[in-house]
C-alpha cells in the first residue's frame, strides 16, 4: 500500500484492482471495434488496429500494477478506444456520434473509484480533441472547415 492510498481499506484496494482489471478486458473487447469501424468508413485497418491494441496493453499494463499510477494508465488505455474508433471513423457520417464513446468509456473509469485516474482520462480526451482539432482536424470531425 503506497502513502497516498493510507485511508483506504484492503477491500476497497481488492475491489479497485479488481475494477481496473475489467477496465483493460473492457479496453482489449473494443479493439476490433476500431478495426470494424475502419473497415466500414474505408480506412486503414492496420494502423487502427496496433494504436487501439497499444491502448489496450497499456490498459492490462495498468492492471498489472497496484495503485492509483495503474488506475491512471488503465483509464488512459479505455478512453484511448474512444480516440481509435473516432480516428477509424474519419471521413465517415458516424464520426460525430463515435464522440459519445468518450462519455460512455469515461462513465466506466468510475467504477475504479479513482478520482485522479477520471482526471487524467478526461485529461487526455481534452489534449486528444484540442490537439487534434489544431494538427489532424479530419481525425476529430467529420468536416475540417472550422
Request: with cysteine.
Amino acid at each position: 500500500m503506497t502513502s497516498t492510498e493510507t485511508y483506504r481499506d484492503e477491500a476497497w484496494i481488492e475491489a479497485a484492482d479488481k475494477a481496473t482489471m475489467q477496465v483493460a478486458i473492457g479496453s482489449a473487447m473494443l479493439v476490433p471495434f476500431s478495426v470494424m469501424a475502419a473497415w466500414i468508413a474505408g480506412n486503414a485497418l492496420l494502423a487502427v488496429a496496433l494504436v487501439a491494441a497499444i491502448f489496450a496493453g497499456m490498459a492490462f499494463l495498468g492492471a498489472r500494477f497496484s495503485g492509483r499510477a495503474g488506475r491512471v494508465l488503465a483509464a488512459i488505455g479505455l478512453v484511448g478506444q474512444a480516440i481509435c474508433i473516432t480516428a477509424a471513423l474519419a471521413g465517415h457520417p458516424w464520426q460525430l456520434d463515435g464522440h459519445m464513446l468518450f462519455f460512455a468509456l469515461l462513465a466506466v473509469c468510475m467504477i475504479m473509484s479513482e478520482p485522479v485516474a477520471i482526471l487524467a482520462a478526461a485529461a487526455a480526451i481534452a489534449v486528444h480533441h484540442l490537439g487534434l482539432s489544431l494538427a489532424l482536424p479530419a481525425l476529430v470531425y467529420p468536416s475540417v472547415e472550422l
